[in-house]
């Protein structure tokens, strides 16, 4: 069971994350959702697609844009499609 934790609180937890380039995209479902906050931030991968970030929030503290996903990917990257990834201090164990 991977867990991705920010601030001392599970943010996600899934059994069944797809692992691109070192990161494990977790299902949507899996996400708690009462720690996400929608960002206007997006990014642009010449393979993957348009990029979509959301911003954690845990007890009052913020980390902008320290998740994101895939809404819609390129063929290739079709297994990751609406999953989410996480950087910035979100350590995934």
């Known amino acids: 069971m991977k867990q991705a934790l920010w601030n001392g609180k599970i943010i996600a937890e899934s059994d069944d994350t797809v692992v691109v380039e070192g990161n494990h995209y977790f299902p949507k479902e ?9 960002s206007t ?11 979509s970030y959301y911003s954690i929030e845990v007890d009052g503290e913020v980390n902008e844009a320290a998740a994101w996903y895939y809404p819609e990917t390129s063929q290739a990257a079709k297994p990751i499609e609406g999953r989410v990834a996480f950087w910035k ?3 995934v164990k």
């Open 30 to 38: 899996s996400l708690n959702e009462e720690y996400f906050i929608e």
């Open 41 to 51: 931030q997006t990014s642009v991968c010449p393979w993957k697609g348009t990029a």
């Open 89 to 91: 201090g979100v350590e």
